[in-house]
């Protein structure tokens, strides 16, 4: 089983509130993701992260930022909150380093909705 | 057009029986390749990795075609447990090893 850690699993907020999601794992990896998922629909990458003090945006624009003051935390925030933020947001990480298996360990999710 | 496409299905698979399915990448540049599993309102977890040969780990089978641009996946001896949404993965050195998901293909094996 992969040790990495969302909280929390269920979020249901207002609109307007500035919320943070909690990503920790505890393998030491350099790089971590996160990914927005809608119901039956594909994972987009919104950040990411090679180490301390690295972030990037990702392929899908979105209105969160992200932090790596740690390695082994990768918080997202979302200053204001909006229905349409309502999404699984999945965090990920991977200790790959540019041979062999890139395999990403995924969280278990956190699952917004902003009323 | 999108960077890895699947056939959403579901494909409905008798216990027992054999299913394959394919997913296409537009990028000729894409290197390494995956089939993740997804159960219902679970994450990805990785099934198994996607090699030039192709490869097979027990009751599943990955094929690689760089030519036509498309891997597939075999199950055989269908088990209820297989039931699932499989995601296929591609990553491209050129883009900082950055993994690109397809938006799965859904697998629902019967009694």
């Known amino acids: 089983e992969a040790d990495i850690y969302q909280t929390p699993r269920y979020l249901v907020i207002g609109t307007g509130k500035k919320i943070t999601l909690e990503c920790s794992q505890t393998m030491g990896h350099d790089k971590m993701y996160w990914y927005q998922q809608d119901p039956g629909m594909e994972l987009h990458l919104i950040h990411y992260?090679?180490?301390?003090?690295?972030?990037e945006k990702g392929d899908l624009s979105s209105e969160s930022t992200v932090s790596r003051i740690r390695t082994e935390h990768f918080p997202l925030t979302l200053e204001s909150a909006r229905p349409s933020h309502t999404s699984q947001y999945l965090c990920?990480?991977?200790?790959?380093?540019?041979?062999?298996?890139?395999?990403?360990?995924f969280g278990p999710g956190t699952r917004l909705t902003v009323l | 057009r999108k960077e890895v496409e699947q056939d959403p299905g579901p494909f409905n698979v008798p216990e027992g029986a054999t299913v394959a399915f394919n997913c296409t990448y537009s990028?000729?540049?894409?290197?390494?390749f995956f089939w993740y599993r997804q159960d219902c309102r679970k994450e990805p977890k990785l099934l198994m990795s996607v090699y030039s040969s192709g490869n097979e780990d027990g009751r599943f089978t990955a094929q690689l075609n760089r030519a036509s641009q498309y891997i597939s996946l075999l199950i055989r001896d269908s088990k209820l447990s297989d039931s699932a949404t499989y995601l296929c993965v591609v990553n491209m050195k050129a883009a900082g090893n950055k993994l690109t998901f397809g938006g799965g293909t859904r697998v629902l094996v019967k009694p």
């Open positions: 990920a990480s991977s200790d790959f380093k540019g041979q062999g298996n890139n395999e990403q360990f």
């Open positions: 992260s090679y180490g301390v003090n690295s972030t």
């Open positions: 990028n000729s540049a894409s290197q390494s």
